[in-house]
């Protein structure tokens, strides 16, 4: 069981999955940070001084805090563009035409010179 999880394990497959994963998360801080602390402050300047993460809505002893849901929103719009635009750009790189196939060999001689003797002999029937 151990030797299968080690060749599971060192398949490219999950590695490349691994080193997704981390990145993607590394990424969504920095996506994070770029919302959180550029975007939002001049959405919230633009709309008057309004500092998103203060806006709440009181429900008996609940409160909900709407900024923060905002803010998320924000997040998930700014890094679907940005994985848009990537995965665009990979796909554009990948649709390189494919060469056109390359045209069949002239025939020999030998197999014109046959072509003609079977055209010969169907024309005599």
Do not use: C, H, W
Not at 10 to 29: K, T
Not at 55 to 74: E, R, W
């Amino acid at each position: 069981m151990l030797k299968e999880f080690k060749a599971f394990v060192s398949r490219g497959n999950v590695i490349d999955l691994a080193v997704a994963v981390i990145l993607g998360a590394a990424f969504g801080a920095i996506i994070k940070s770029l919302v959180d602390d550029i975007i939002m402050p001049l959405v919230g300047i633009v709309l008057g001084g309004v500092d998103f993460t203060t806006l709440t809505f009181q429900v008996g002893n609940a409160t909900l805090t709407y900024g923060n849901f905002i803010q998320a929103i924000v997040n998930f719009l700014v890094i679907a563009f940005a994985l848009f635009l990537i995965i665009r750009s990979i796909n554009k790189t990948q649709k390189q035409e494919a060469p056109a196939p390359p045209a069949p060999p002239e025939p020999s001689a030998e197999e014109k010179l046959l072509a003609e003797i079977r055209d010969l002999l169907k024309a005599k029937k």
